[in-house]
């Protein structure tokens, strides 16, 4: 469909976490951090290094993710719904699994049960907007 020009180019980027505990870190925390990373330094860098051009339209982003990758992808479309608003959760896992979870939340300002809850929250959120949108296309 690509070649047939039925669709435009897709390109995905697949990031590995970093070393050790660190991707407890980087995707169970609710926060923007990640979404920056990926945004002010791993899409810049492709673009740079490869000379791909990145659609700045939402709907036309996604971010994808299993498990932890899952909660991170929700984090990063419900924090920066202007950035990406597709967001494919598989086996997501919604809980804080960070290993000094505690000291996190506390320096981050949140409650023990915060991440649970945010999460929570916005995947409600999504899906009711999803439910939204596919009723708005259905004829009847």
Partial sequence: ???????PSIVAVLLSPGPGGQRTIEYDTVSD???NFVETEVLPRIS???????????E??????ESS???AALTM??????LYR??????GTFVALQRSRHRTERRMGFSPDAHSQLRAQAAAHLAARE??????GVTR
């Fill in 1 to 7: 469909m690509i070649y047939q020009r039925r669709i």
């Fill in 33 to 35: 951090r990640y979404v």
């Fill in 48 to 58: 740079r290094d490869y000379q791909v051009a990145f659609t700045t339209d939402p």
């Fill in 60 to 65: 036309g982003r996604a971010a994808f993710g």
């Fill in 69 to 71: 990758g899952a909660a």
């Fill in 77 to 82: 479309a419900w924090l920066h719904p202007n």
């Fill in 86 to 91: 597709r967001v494919i959760s598989y086996s």
């Fill in 131 to 136: 439910r939204k949108r596919s009723r708005r």
